[in-house]
């Protein structure tokens, strides 16, 4: 069992940055693909950004695309997201993800069944 668990999240005004992490431990695999989305209440999960854990090309949500950054530290078992720009609509509970053995993380974003997520982390952004 795969355990995510997120961390960074606060309150910024508009225009300012934020970090998230999250951190895999149990069997974590090679070829997982690692994500995050978000959500508010009364609403679907927007996924926003993935990553294969072992490394590759990102892929991005229009939404943040230009804003968000996601990397990842393979040898900790770690993903990223460095959220610049943040705008009020980005405020929402923010979840890491992992979806394994995917062939692409593309499928991610276009609602891949996953396998395990976090407890979330809030992230707030004022006018």
């Known amino acids: 069992q795969v355990q995510l668990v997120e961390s960074g999240g606060g309150s910024v005004q508009a225009g300012g940055s934020l970090r998230l992490s999250c951190v895999a431990s149990g069997y974590t695999y090679s070829t997982a693909c690692m994500g995050w989305f978000r959500q508010t209440p009364g609403k679907e999960r927007e996924r926003i950004a993935a990553?294969?854990?072992?490394?590759?090309?990102?892929v991005y949500g229009d939404s943040v695309k230009g804003r968000f950054t996601i990397s990842r530290d393979t040898a900790k078992k770690t993903v990223f997201l460095q959220m610049n720009s943040l705008k009020p609509e980005d405020t929402a509970m923010y979840y890491c993800a992992a979806a394994f053995h995917t062939a692409s993380c593309q499928s991610f974003l276009g609602g891949l069944a996953l396998d395990a997520w976090g407890q979330g982390t809030l992230v707030t952004v004022s006018s």
């Open positions: 990553i294969f854990l072992g490394g590759g090309s990102p």
